[in-house]
């Protein structure tokens, strides 16, 4: 079975530019999750998506950040425009059902520097 | 919100040595997780464990979920045991919250 797929792995942009990531869930996980992971902290949910629809966005600055999730399958976050401090690793996550019993499932991860 | 508090931040042991790390969180939860994140950075999931006691090899982790607080006991560590251990919470609505994790690195 073929993990959680993210790309790109790395990403290095000037302040004020646009990035996107891309993510692939687990096939036929019903719950995605995007996560910031700034140095040595623990992840922080930004979103959480059930199929296609958002189920938690409390944590996400949805003045600079903005994440979609076509067909309930593959997912995308977008920084527009990015700050110095959205430096971090950007973790995307999935799991079969979404509820409070669930595995969740890791990728590997982009990590985005701010310059 | 809830609190996730796990101790101790920093831990280096001997190869061979044994170890307990805690995670203590402030309110009642319906799921507990831990996880190993690799010095690669992948996450990877350890334990379901919102109460009693599991087992896994070397790793057991124990849930008292009355008393919230839950224990990640290490046997016998091994270098490849280095990395990051994070506890997880998911909260009533079904949000999903980290600790900030015990850094662990193991001499050979």
């Known amino acids: 079975e073929a993990g959680v797929a993210q790309s790109p792995r790395y990403k290095i942009i000037e302040k004020r530019q646009s990035v996107a990531f891309w993510c692939n869930p687990i096939?036929?996980?019903?719950?995605l999750y995007w996560y910031q992971q700034i140095l040595g902290q623990g992840p922080k949910l930004l979103i959480q998506?059930?199929?296609?629809?958002?189920?938690?966005d409390s944590q996400l600055p949805k003045d600079r950040f903005s994440a979609e999730r076509l067909k309930g399958v593959d997912s995308t976050l977008k920084i527009q425009p990015a700050k110095l401090e959205d430096s971090a690793v950007y973790l995307c996550?999935?799991?079969?059902?979404?509820?409070?019993?669930?595995?969740?499932?890791f990728g590997p991860g982009t990590r985005l520097t701010v310059l | 919100g809830i609190q996730v508090e796990q101790s101790p931040p920093d831990l280096i042991l001997q190869e061979g040595a044994n170890s307990t790390l805690r995670c203590n969180f402030s309110?009642?939860?319906?799921?507990l997780q831990w996880f190993h994140q690799n010095p690669w950075g992948q996450l990877i999931n350890l334990f379901y464990?919102?109460?009693g006691t599991k087992q896994n090899g070397r790793l057991s982790a124990t849930t008292v979920a009355t008393e919230r607080y839950s224990l990640l006991y290490i046997s016998s560590s091994q270098t490849t045991d280095s990395g990051v251990y994070f506890c997880?919470?998911?909260?009533?609505?079904?949000?999903?919250?980290f600790g900030a994790g015990t850094r662990l690195f193991v001499k050979a």
């Open positions: 996550a999935s799991s079969p059902r979404g509820g409070p019993t669930d595995t969740q499932y």
């Open positions: 096939s036929g996980h019903a719950t």
């Open positions: 998506f059930q199929n296609n629809g958002v189920v938690d």
């Open positions: 309110d009642s939860v319906n799921n």
């Open positions: 464990i919102p109460s």
């Open positions: 997880a919470v998911v909260t009533g609505g079904f949000k999903t919250i």
